[in-house]
């Protein structure tokens, strides 16, 4: 089923209006009705619609002029011209003029409805196709939530509990904790999931670009806007909006986002049309909201909209559990992605990760891992590779017993920077000629001094 879209009938024939009505709000969709071109018009001054279906032949109004002046109030309006009998000539000529299509009369409730199904799909498809030139959309797996702990049963049961509601959501926890993850765990989880999920990041976004980030801005509304964009709001229509790091939102940009919220309707910088959206709406943040309440840094009509339903995701130190099944996870991923056959973790250097207390959370184990698999030299990671790719973990003890192979290694490193790189210096410090010291640098992936004599 389409997301609900709002839909103007323009028509002078009372009984045409009223089916229309009936065929469309039946489906989902919003639908206001004008009886004659002007009152269409005045209506359009006010609001943004979707698709507009006008007839095009009405008393004392040219269907086509009514077209013009569409287009000239909206360049981007969808018009779909309704034809009766020895009009389509006109409605052809209509379609020159900028009209999307033509449905001739009589037609039945399943024609009307399947053209407009239509003209909408490929509203949404040319609005998706926007998000990806943006790069809105990141690949992002859809595997479960990757945890063993209580800690994380219970935001997986909450999860599963609040995904089939259109509540707002609040996710809290230390950066790094995945509540991107989760945001996205929810939309997919959600009837919304065939729509887009929409991600604004509050805290990199240009403060005096933000409003126009969220609502979009129409030609010549700023110095720099030669064309008219959508946004954040529009792209998530029918699905998910995910607002992280909200509390970077100036106090201004609250207020209009709270407008948004509360009357589902934005307006594009530069422009007094209404435009009604439909999404779900998730919220993060590392800070305690309800502190910046009290300092007036944050909305509280804003905060308890966000605050229907919060999650607190806890931080990896509180989780142990888990440490072991995302080190494996990522090492996984990362091995396909590399092209390197790393297999596992040895006892000891699973040891010191897990005792690691991962001040950067997830994020961070995710970022370690992939180093280690970058500087592994075998298909098992061991302490001695947490020091080699300089993995430094306060906590870690070294007792892991280092392989004669290390040990050469290690020692091979030592004379070289006591011979300030020299090879020949150093090879005679190591008791071997030059051509045997090149062929273990090799094989021990040894970088080659700058300084080679």
Request: hydrophobic share 40%; with cysteine.
């Amino acid at each position: 089923m389409e997301a609900s879209s709002n839909i103007l009938v323009v028509d002078d024939d009372a009984f045409m209006r009223d089916a229309c009505h009936q065929t469309l709000t039946k489906h989902g969709h919003s639908v206001t009705l004008a009886k004659s071109g002007s009152e269409g018009l005045e209506l359009l001054e006010k609001w943004s619609f979707d698709l507009i279906l006008l007839d095009l032949k009405m008393p004392d109004e040219n269907g086509l002029g009514i077209l013009s002046e569409i287009k000239g109030l909206d360049p981007e309006a969808i018009v779909v011209m309704i034809s009766g009998y020895g009009s389509i000539q006109t409605a052809v000529r209509a379609i020159k003029l900028g009209a999307f299509d033509f449905i001739a009369k009589p037609f039945t409730p399943d024609e009307l409805l399947g053209l407009a199904n239509r003209v909408l799909r490929n509203r949404r498809l040319t609005i998706e196709n926007l998000c990806l030139k943006q790069s809105l959309k990141k690949e992002t797996s859809r595997g479960e939530i990757i945890s063993q702990s209580p800690a994380m049963a219970k935001v997986k049961e909450m999860v599963a509990m609040v995904a089939h509601t259109d509540s707002t959501v609040l996710l809290q926890g230390e950066s790094g904790t995945g509540k991107g993850l989760v945001a996205r765990r929810i939309h997919e989880l959600s009837h919304r999931r065939g729509y887009p999920f929409i991600s604004v990041d509050c805290g990199s976004l240009v403060r005096t670009l933000f409003e126009s980030e969220l609502f979009g801005h129409v030609k010549g509304a700023f110095t720099g806007a030669d064309t008219t964009q959508y946004g954040k709001f529009e792209m998530a229509h029918g699905g998910t909006l995910f607002f992280d790091e909200i509390s970077n939102i100036s106090l201004e940009v609250q207020a209009k986002l709270l407008k948004a919220v509360e009357e589902k309707s934005i307006s594009k910088v530069g422009d007094h049309k209404v435009v009604k959206v439909d999404v779900r709406l998730i919220s993060a943040t590392n800070r305690d909201l309800q502190k910046a309440v009290a300092k007036k840094l944050f909305r509280k009509d804003l905060f308890f909209r966000l605050h229907v339903v919060s999650i607190h995701l806890p931080p990896l130190k509180d989780r142990k559990e888990d440490i072991p099944l995302l080190l494996n996870h990522f090492l996984r991923g990362f091995s396909r992605k590399q092209g390197k056959p790393v297999e596992g973790f040895s006892e000891n250097a699973m040891k010191a990760l897990i005792e690691y207390d991962w001040p950067g959370n997830v994020r961070e184990l995710e970022n370690t891992v992939e180093r280690l698999v970058v500087f592994a030299r075998d298909n098992i990671i061991t302490s001695q590779d947490l020091v080699y790719s300089n993995t430094v973990l306060p906590q870690m003890v070294m007792t892991e017993p280092m392989r004669l192979e290390e040990m050469e290694r290690q020692h091979i490193m030592k004379v070289l920077a006591s011979a300030n790189g020299n090879k020949t210096h150093a090879a005679q410090l190591l008791g071997i000629d030059r051509k045997t010291l090149r062929v273990k640098l090799k094989k021990y992936q040894i970088p080659s001094p700058a300084h080679e004599e």
